[in-house]
Protein backbone atom coordinates (compact mmCIF):
# COMPACT_ATOMS: atom_id res chain seq x y z
CA UNK A 1 0.00 0.00 0.00
CA UNK A 2 1.61 3.12 -0.65
CA UNK A 3 -0.23 5.60 0.94
CA UNK A 4 -1.85 5.01 4.38
CA UNK A 5 -3.93 7.75 6.58
CA UNK A 6 -3.72 7.34 10.45
CA UNK A 7 -6.76 8.61 11.74
CA UNK A 8 -10.59 7.65 12.36
CA UNK A 9 -12.90 9.39 9.88
CA UNK A 10 -14.69 11.74 13.12
CA UNK A 11 -11.43 13.62 12.94
CA UNK A 12 -9.77 16.05 10.98
CA UNK A 13 -8.57 13.02 8.75
CA UNK A 14 -11.98 13.66 6.88
CA UNK A 15 -9.96 16.34 5.04
CA UNK A 16 -7.11 13.66 3.05
CA UNK A 17 -9.44 11.00 2.71
CA UNK A 18 -11.90 13.31 0.91
CA UNK A 19 -8.55 14.27 -1.55
CA UNK A 20 -8.01 10.99 -1.74
CA UNK A 21 -11.32 9.84 -3.47
CA UNK A 22 -10.86 13.24 -5.52
CA UNK A 23 -7.53 11.73 -6.67
CA UNK A 24 -8.66 8.32 -6.86
CA UNK A 25 -6.03 7.31 -4.48
CA UNK A 26 -5.38 3.22 -3.81
CA UNK A 27 -4.89 4.20 0.48
CA UNK A 28 -5.17 2.29 3.57
CA UNK A 29 -7.29 3.85 6.61
CA UNK A 30 -5.52 2.96 9.94
CA UNK A 31 -8.60 4.19 12.56
CA UNK A 32 -6.33 6.18 15.05
CA UNK A 33 -9.02 6.79 18.02
CA UNK A 34 -8.46 10.61 19.09
CA UNK A 35 -7.61 9.87 22.74
CA UNK A 36 -10.08 12.25 24.35
CA UNK A 37 -12.96 10.30 23.19
CA UNK A 38 -12.08 7.33 25.34
CA UNK A 39 -12.72 6.69 28.78
CA UNK A 40 -8.88 5.38 29.42
CA UNK A 41 -6.77 5.63 26.20
CA UNK A 42 -3.87 4.25 28.57
CA UNK A 43 -5.15 0.88 29.05
CA UNK A 44 -3.76 -2.09 27.61
CA UNK A 45 -6.49 -2.91 26.01
CA UNK A 46 -7.56 0.58 24.42
CA UNK A 47 -7.88 0.50 20.82
CA UNK A 48 -4.88 2.11 19.13
CA UNK A 49 -5.30 5.88 19.86
CA UNK A 50 -3.24 9.53 19.70
CA UNK A 51 -2.00 8.24 23.19
CA UNK A 52 -0.83 5.37 22.43
CA UNK A 53 2.97 4.27 22.63
CA UNK A 54 2.36 3.06 18.78
CA UNK A 55 1.24 6.06 17.44
CA UNK A 56 3.54 8.80 18.79
CA UNK A 57 6.20 6.95 17.12
CA UNK A 58 4.34 8.14 14.09
CA UNK A 59 3.56 11.41 15.37
CA UNK A 60 5.18 13.01 18.87
CA UNK A 61 1.97 15.70 18.68
CA UNK A 62 -0.58 13.02 19.23
CA UNK A 63 -2.58 14.12 17.16
CA UNK A 64 -4.55 13.22 13.92
CA UNK A 65 -3.93 12.78 10.81
CA UNK A 66 -0.68 11.61 9.69
CA UNK A 67 0.12 10.29 6.46
CA UNK A 68 2.95 7.55 5.29
CA UNK A 69 3.14 8.27 1.81
CA UNK A 70 5.41 5.13 0.75
CA UNK A 71 8.13 5.68 3.82
CA UNK A 72 7.12 10.04 3.80
CA UNK A 73 5.41 10.75 6.94
CA UNK A 74 3.77 13.79 6.81
CA UNK A 75 2.14 15.48 9.89
CA UNK A 76 -1.10 18.35 9.54
CA UNK A 77 -4.66 17.23 7.91
CA UNK A 78 -4.23 20.67 5.66
CA UNK A 79 -0.56 20.52 4.87
CA UNK A 80 -1.12 17.01 3.84
CA UNK A 81 -3.93 17.68 1.70
CA UNK A 82 -1.31 20.57 -0.01
CA UNK A 83 0.94 17.77 -0.95
CA UNK A 84 -1.13 15.08 -2.46
CA UNK A 85 -2.53 17.62 -4.42
CA UNK A 86 0.63 19.06 -5.35
CA UNK A 87 1.88 15.22 -6.03
CA UNK A 88 -0.49 14.28 -7.95
CA UNK A 89 -1.33 16.98 -9.84
CA UNK A 90 -4.52 17.66 -12.21
CA UNK A 91 -7.01 20.36 -11.24
CA UNK A 92 -6.83 19.99 -7.61
CA UNK A 93 -3.18 20.90 -7.99
CA UNK A 94 -1.88 24.44 -8.26
CA UNK A 95 -0.51 25.25 -12.18
CA UNK A 96 1.87 27.70 -10.87
CA UNK A 97 3.45 29.55 -7.92
CA UNK A 98 1.08 31.89 -7.85
CA UNK A 99 -1.75 29.54 -7.28
CA UNK A 100 0.25 27.78 -5.22
CA UNK A 101 0.77 30.67 -2.84
CA UNK A 102 -3.10 31.24 -2.97
CA UNK A 103 -4.12 27.61 -1.88
CA UNK A 104 -1.08 27.81 0.81
CA UNK A 105 -2.70 31.00 1.82
CA UNK A 106 -6.44 30.71 2.60
CA UNK A 107 -5.22 27.17 4.48
CA UNK A 108 -3.84 29.39 6.81
CA UNK A 109 -6.55 31.86 6.81
CA UNK A 110 -8.73 29.12 7.67
CA UNK A 111 -6.52 27.51 10.23
CA UNK A 112 -6.22 30.83 11.61
CA UNK A 113 -8.86 32.97 10.96
CA UNK A 114 -11.79 30.63 11.23
CA UNK A 115 -11.32 27.39 13.00
CA UNK A 116 -11.41 28.22 16.40
CA UNK A 117 -14.51 30.23 16.38
CA UNK A 118 -16.42 27.04 13.83
CA UNK A 119 -15.12 24.64 16.18
CA UNK A 120 -16.90 26.55 18.78
CA UNK A 121 -20.50 26.59 16.82
CA UNK A 122 -19.85 22.84 16.49
CA UNK A 123 -19.60 22.53 20.36
CA UNK A 124 -21.79 25.06 21.61
CA UNK A 125 -24.43 26.00 19.46
CA UNK A 126 -26.47 22.69 18.90
CA UNK A 127 -28.86 22.45 21.93
CA UNK A 128 -28.35 18.26 22.00
CA UNK A 129 -24.49 18.88 22.83
CA UNK A 130 -23.59 18.43 26.16
CA UNK A 131 -21.43 21.53 25.80
CA UNK A 132 -24.11 23.55 24.76
CA UNK A 133 -23.69 26.92 25.53
CA UNK A 134 -25.80 29.80 23.69
CA UNK A 135 -23.68 32.73 25.25
CA UNK A 136 -20.54 31.10 23.34
CA UNK A 137 -22.00 29.41 20.22
CA UNK A 138 -23.13 33.72 19.52
CA UNK A 139 -19.71 35.32 20.48
CA UNK A 140 -18.12 32.58 18.07
CA UNK A 141 -20.95 32.92 15.03
CA UNK A 142 -20.45 37.02 15.61
CA UNK A 143 -16.65 36.32 15.58
CA UNK A 144 -17.00 34.60 12.45
CA UNK A 145 -18.87 37.17 10.54
CA UNK A 146 -15.68 39.37 9.87
CA UNK A 147 -14.02 35.92 7.89
CA UNK A 148 -16.85 35.01 6.34
CA UNK A 149 -17.36 38.75 4.55
CA UNK A 150 -13.87 38.20 3.78
CA UNK A 151 -14.51 35.01 2.37
CA UNK A 152 -18.43 36.04 0.47
CA UNK A 153 -15.86 38.82 -1.25
CA UNK A 154 -13.70 36.16 -2.77
CA UNK A 155 -16.10 33.93 -3.82
CA UNK A 156 -17.56 36.27 -5.80
CA UNK A 157 -14.71 38.18 -7.75
CA UNK A 158 -13.73 34.42 -7.77
CA UNK A 159 -16.51 32.91 -9.63
CA UNK A 160 -17.64 30.90 -6.77
CA UNK A 161 -14.39 29.17 -6.27
CA UNK A 162 -11.25 30.07 -4.43
CA UNK A 163 -8.21 29.94 -6.84
CA UNK A 164 -8.28 29.56 -10.41
CA UNK A 165 -12.03 29.84 -11.24
CA UNK A 166 -12.25 25.80 -10.22
CA UNK A 167 -12.76 23.18 -7.44
CA UNK A 168 -8.97 22.72 -6.13
CA UNK A 169 -7.55 21.90 -2.85
CA UNK A 170 -7.92 25.46 -1.28
CA UNK A 171 -12.03 25.08 -1.47
CA UNK A 172 -11.55 21.58 -0.19
CA UNK A 173 -9.29 22.74 3.09
CA UNK A 174 -11.63 25.95 4.21
CA UNK A 175 -15.11 24.08 3.20
CA UNK A 176 -13.85 21.59 6.01
CA UNK A 177 -13.11 23.96 8.50
CA UNK A 178 -16.03 26.03 8.12
CA UNK A 179 -18.36 22.52 7.73
CA UNK A 180 -17.60 22.86 11.68
CA UNK A 181 -20.05 26.29 11.94
CA UNK A 182 -22.65 25.06 9.72
CA UNK A 183 -25.05 24.72 12.60
CA UNK A 184 -24.99 27.97 12.37
CA UNK A 185 -28.10 28.09 9.43
CA UNK A 186 -28.11 32.09 9.70
CA UNK A 187 -24.71 32.66 9.14
CA UNK A 188 -24.62 30.94 6.09
CA UNK A 189 -28.10 32.88 5.10
CA UNK A 190 -26.35 36.04 5.65
CA UNK A 191 -23.73 34.80 3.11
CA UNK A 192 -25.27 33.99 -0.08
CA UNK A 193 -21.99 32.82 -2.21
CA UNK A 194 -20.57 31.60 1.02
CA UNK A 195 -24.03 28.94 1.61
CA UNK A 196 -23.77 28.48 -2.26
CA UNK A 197 -19.79 27.32 -2.36
CA UNK A 198 -20.12 24.98 0.41
CA UNK A 199 -23.11 23.25 -0.65
CA UNK A 200 -21.60 22.95 -3.97
CA UNK A 201 -18.46 21.46 -2.13
CA UNK A 202 -20.14 19.16 -0.20
CA UNK A 203 -22.40 17.42 -3.11
CA UNK A 204 -19.15 16.52 -4.80
CA UNK A 205 -19.27 12.52 -5.10
CA UNK A 206 -15.81 12.20 -3.44
CA UNK A 207 -16.95 14.35 -0.30
CA UNK A 208 -20.56 12.48 -0.04
CA UNK A 209 -18.45 8.78 -0.13
CA UNK A 210 -16.28 10.07 2.19
CA UNK A 211 -19.06 10.99 4.84
CA UNK A 212 -21.19 8.13 4.00
CA UNK A 213 -17.92 6.01 5.04
CA UNK A 214 -17.80 8.42 8.18
CA UNK A 215 -21.32 7.41 8.85
CA UNK A 216 -20.75 4.00 9.52
CA UNK A 217 -17.71 4.54 12.44
CA UNK A 218 -19.16 4.78 16.02
CA UNK A 219 -20.20 7.90 16.78
CA UNK B 1 9.44 49.00 -6.74
CA UNK B 2 8.62 44.96 -7.31
CA UNK B 3 8.13 44.23 -3.93
CA UNK B 4 5.51 46.24 -1.44
CA UNK B 5 5.68 45.09 2.31
CA UNK B 6 2.25 46.49 3.80
CA UNK B 7 2.34 46.63 7.90
CA UNK B 8 4.65 48.08 10.59
CA UNK B 9 7.47 46.05 12.07
CA UNK B 10 5.45 45.71 15.35
CA UNK B 11 3.27 43.28 13.66
CA UNK B 12 3.64 39.74 12.36
CA UNK B 13 5.19 41.86 9.10
CA UNK B 14 8.33 41.00 11.00
CA UNK B 15 7.77 37.61 9.39
CA UNK B 16 8.09 39.07 5.87
CA UNK B 17 10.39 41.49 6.66
CA UNK B 18 12.93 39.13 8.08
CA UNK B 19 12.87 37.11 5.02
CA UNK B 20 13.25 39.89 2.75
CA UNK B 21 16.40 40.62 4.66
CA UNK B 22 17.66 37.12 4.58
CA UNK B 23 16.97 37.14 0.82
CA UNK B 24 18.73 40.30 -0.50
CA UNK B 25 14.92 41.30 -1.75
CA UNK B 26 14.69 45.08 -2.51
CA UNK B 27 11.20 46.59 -1.19
CA UNK B 28 9.02 49.37 -0.01
CA UNK B 29 7.38 48.89 3.87
CA UNK B 30 4.32 50.51 3.69
CA UNK B 31 3.58 51.14 8.10
CA UNK B 32 0.39 50.26 8.30
CA UNK B 33 -0.77 50.33 11.93
CA UNK B 34 -2.95 47.73 13.61
CA UNK B 35 -6.38 49.72 14.58
CA UNK B 36 -6.25 48.34 17.63
CA UNK B 37 -3.48 50.37 18.69
CA UNK B 38 -4.98 53.77 18.07
CA UNK B 39 -7.24 55.63 20.28
CA UNK B 40 -9.31 56.33 17.34
CA UNK B 41 -8.56 54.18 14.05
CA UNK B 42 -11.84 55.74 12.37
CA UNK B 43 -10.66 58.86 12.73
CA UNK B 44 -10.30 61.50 9.54
CA UNK B 45 -7.02 62.41 10.67
CA UNK B 46 -5.72 58.91 12.01
CA UNK B 47 -2.48 56.98 9.99
CA UNK B 48 -3.16 54.26 7.99
CA UNK B 49 -4.69 51.38 9.63
CA UNK B 50 -5.72 48.12 9.56
CA UNK B 51 -8.99 49.41 9.23
CA UNK B 52 -8.94 52.41 7.08
CA UNK B 53 -10.71 51.86 3.89
CA UNK B 54 -7.35 52.26 1.71
CA UNK B 55 -5.90 49.11 3.13
CA UNK B 56 -9.02 47.22 3.28
CA UNK B 57 -8.83 47.79 -0.11
CA UNK B 58 -6.42 45.98 0.08
CA UNK B 59 -6.77 42.89 2.41
CA UNK B 60 -10.39 42.85 3.26
CA UNK B 61 -9.39 40.73 6.23
CA UNK B 62 -8.51 43.84 7.84
CA UNK B 63 -5.18 42.70 9.09
CA UNK B 64 -1.28 42.89 8.35
CA UNK B 65 1.37 41.89 6.61
CA UNK B 66 0.01 41.85 2.98
CA UNK B 67 2.33 42.09 0.35
CA UNK B 68 1.96 43.32 -3.49
CA UNK B 69 4.82 41.81 -5.57
CA UNK B 70 4.81 43.32 -9.24
CA UNK B 71 0.77 43.55 -8.94
CA UNK B 72 0.61 39.86 -7.05
CA UNK B 73 -1.72 40.41 -3.86
CA UNK B 74 -1.21 37.69 -0.65
CA UNK B 75 -2.19 38.01 2.79
CA UNK B 76 -1.08 35.66 5.18
CA UNK B 77 2.13 36.34 6.92
CA UNK B 78 3.39 32.88 6.87
CA UNK B 79 2.33 32.11 3.45
CA UNK B 80 3.55 35.33 1.85
CA UNK B 81 7.10 33.92 3.29
CA UNK B 82 6.67 30.27 1.88
CA UNK B 83 5.74 32.05 -1.29
CA UNK B 84 8.77 34.16 -1.36
CA UNK B 85 11.21 31.48 -0.56
CA UNK B 86 10.03 29.30 -3.18
CA UNK B 87 9.97 32.25 -5.98
CA UNK B 88 13.48 33.48 -5.24
CA UNK B 89 15.10 30.10 -4.55
CA UNK B 90 18.47 29.21 -2.65
CA UNK B 91 19.16 27.44 0.27
CA UNK B 92 15.80 28.54 2.37
CA UNK B 93 13.59 27.05 0.03
CA UNK B 94 12.44 23.62 -0.64
CA UNK B 95 14.78 21.63 -2.69
CA UNK B 96 11.56 19.34 -3.81
CA UNK B 97 7.91 18.00 -2.92
CA UNK B 98 8.72 16.79 0.18
CA UNK B 99 10.71 19.42 1.44
CA UNK B 100 8.39 21.49 0.57
CA UNK B 101 5.47 19.44 1.74
CA UNK B 102 7.88 19.21 5.50
CA UNK B 103 7.75 23.70 5.05
CA UNK B 104 4.28 23.73 5.07
CA UNK B 105 3.80 21.34 7.80
CA UNK B 106 6.01 23.26 10.37
CA UNK B 107 4.27 26.76 9.07
CA UNK B 108 0.58 24.56 10.12
CA UNK B 109 2.14 23.31 13.13
CA UNK B 110 3.41 26.73 14.37
CA UNK B 111 -0.08 28.46 13.96
CA UNK B 112 -2.32 25.71 15.11
CA UNK B 113 -0.38 24.05 17.55
CA UNK B 114 1.92 27.54 19.07
CA UNK B 115 0.95 30.56 17.80
CA UNK B 116 -2.56 30.92 20.56
CA UNK B 117 -0.30 30.26 23.96
CA UNK B 118 2.96 31.87 22.83
CA UNK B 119 1.13 34.94 22.13
CA UNK B 120 -0.67 34.64 25.43
CA UNK B 121 2.82 34.36 27.22
CA UNK B 122 3.92 37.38 25.53
CA UNK B 123 0.01 39.41 26.76
CA UNK B 124 0.56 37.88 30.27
CA UNK B 125 3.48 36.78 31.79
CA UNK B 126 5.68 40.04 31.68
CA UNK B 127 4.73 41.76 34.81
CA UNK B 128 4.93 45.01 33.77
CA UNK B 129 2.61 43.94 30.68
CA UNK B 130 -0.62 46.07 31.14
CA UNK B 131 -2.69 42.37 30.80
CA UNK B 132 -0.63 40.62 33.45
CA UNK B 133 -1.96 37.25 34.47
CA UNK B 134 0.10 34.80 36.05
CA UNK B 135 -2.60 32.21 36.12
CA UNK B 136 -3.77 32.56 32.33
CA UNK B 137 0.46 32.81 31.60
CA UNK B 138 1.38 29.52 33.42
CA UNK B 139 -1.63 27.83 31.99
CA UNK B 140 -0.28 28.94 28.53
CA UNK B 141 3.47 27.57 29.18
CA UNK B 142 2.08 24.40 30.57
CA UNK B 143 0.28 23.69 27.07
CA UNK B 144 3.36 24.93 25.35
CA UNK B 145 5.40 21.66 26.94
CA UNK B 146 3.86 19.19 24.45
CA UNK B 147 4.77 21.27 21.35
CA UNK B 148 7.83 22.00 22.59
CA UNK B 149 8.81 18.38 22.96
CA UNK B 150 7.40 17.44 19.54
CA UNK B 151 10.04 20.21 18.28
CA UNK B 152 13.01 19.41 20.71
CA UNK B 153 12.66 16.17 18.88
CA UNK B 154 12.61 17.03 15.80
CA UNK B 155 15.25 19.11 15.95
CA UNK B 156 17.66 16.78 17.57
CA UNK B 157 16.81 14.39 14.77
CA UNK B 158 17.63 17.07 12.08
CA UNK B 159 20.78 18.19 13.26
CA UNK B 160 19.55 21.65 14.86
CA UNK B 161 17.11 22.61 11.61
CA UNK B 162 13.61 21.72 10.74
CA UNK B 163 13.93 20.83 7.19
CA UNK B 164 16.89 19.57 5.10
CA UNK B 165 19.67 20.14 7.57
CA UNK B 166 19.68 23.94 6.78
CA UNK B 167 18.30 26.75 7.82
CA UNK B 168 15.15 27.24 6.11
CA UNK B 169 11.71 28.96 5.66
CA UNK B 170 10.47 26.90 8.08
CA UNK B 171 12.97 27.90 10.82
CA UNK B 172 12.38 31.26 10.07
CA UNK B 173 8.13 31.02 10.49
CA UNK B 174 8.32 28.76 13.72
CA UNK B 175 11.07 31.02 15.56
CA UNK B 176 9.12 33.84 15.13
CA UNK B 177 5.46 32.11 16.24
CA UNK B 178 7.75 30.69 19.19
CA UNK B 179 9.81 34.33 19.67
CA UNK B 180 6.23 35.16 21.34
CA UNK B 181 7.30 32.43 24.22
CA UNK B 182 10.66 33.97 25.15
CA UNK B 183 9.37 35.68 27.97
CA UNK B 184 8.68 31.93 29.80
CA UNK B 185 12.58 31.67 30.05
CA UNK B 186 12.27 28.53 31.52
CA UNK B 187 9.80 26.69 29.14
CA UNK B 188 13.10 27.31 26.51
CA UNK B 189 15.71 26.04 29.47
CA UNK B 190 13.88 22.65 29.56
CA UNK B 191 14.22 22.34 25.57
CA UNK B 192 18.09 22.74 25.15
CA UNK B 193 17.79 21.85 21.94
CA UNK B 194 14.71 24.43 21.40
CA UNK B 195 16.59 26.88 22.86
CA UNK B 196 19.88 26.61 20.67
CA UNK B 197 17.96 26.65 17.41
CA UNK B 198 15.76 29.30 18.76
CA UNK B 199 19.09 31.68 19.77
CA UNK B 200 21.01 30.21 16.28
CA UNK B 201 17.66 31.57 13.90
CA UNK B 202 17.69 35.02 15.78
CA UNK B 203 21.90 35.43 15.67
CA UNK B 204 21.34 35.94 12.21
CA UNK B 205 22.38 39.08 10.66
CA UNK B 206 18.87 39.32 8.86
CA UNK B 207 17.33 39.07 11.92
CA UNK B 208 19.12 41.21 13.74
CA UNK B 209 19.09 44.15 11.20
CA UNK B 210 14.97 43.36 11.01
CA UNK B 211 15.08 43.85 14.59
CA UNK B 212 17.02 46.92 14.85
CA UNK B 213 14.46 48.44 12.63
CA UNK B 214 11.99 47.51 14.37
CA UNK B 215 13.04 49.19 17.72
CA UNK B 216 13.01 52.55 15.59
CA UNK B 217 9.12 52.21 15.46
CA UNK B 218 6.90 53.72 18.57
CA UNK B 219 6.01 51.02 20.92
Same mark, same amino acid.
Given at each position: ??? &??? !???????????? %????????????????? /?????????????????????? @?????? @??????????????? *?? =?? /?????? !???????????? $??? =?????? *? +? =???????? +? @?? =?? %???????????? #????? $???????? +???? #???? !??????????? @?????? #????? /? *???? !??????????????????? &??????????????? *?
Amino acid at each position: MAL &RIY !GVARSRATRPLW %LARELGLDHEQVPVIQS /YRLPDAAAPDAPLNTASPAFLA @VNPNGQ @VPSIDDDGFVLHESL *AI =TL /YLARKH !GGPLAPRDLREE $ALM =TMWTLW *A +A =THAEENAL +A @VL =TH %LPPASPKHDAAR #AAAAV $AALRRPFA +ALEK #ALRE !GGGHLVGGRFT @VADLNV #AEVLR /Y *AQPA !GELFAEFPAVASWIAACQS &RPAFRAMMAEREKEP *A
